[in-house]
């Protein structure tokens, strides 16, 4: 089974937004790799943050669609390819 990376948010002071980093490999992405597929447990759409089923924002991202990001390559770290 594939290792889902940990990724934190990271202030990019120049651009005023959110950066995402993997804990592992120092990688940081614009916005979080995950939300670039679509999620087949609430039906979000690519590029917009997880849902609850009361429609609120979720505060973590579904692990199947952590899991089709990681089928898609989206979700790749230098660390876990090496070794």
Do not use: Y
């Not at 597929?37 to 952590?66: K, N």
């Amino acid at each position: 089974m594939p290792v889902i990376v940990g990724l934190t948010p990271k202030a990019d002071r120049s651009f005023q937004k959110k950066r995402f980093r993997c804990n592992r490999c120092n990688r940081t992405w614009p916005d979080h790799p995950v939300t670039r597929v679509p999620c087949p447990t609430c039906q979000a759409p690519a590029g917009r943050w997880c849902r609850r089923p009361s429609g609120h924002r979720a505060a973590d991202l579904h692990v199947d669609r952590e899991r089709a990001a990681l089928a898609v390559a989206f979700l790749r770290c230098a660390k876990v390819q090496s070794e």
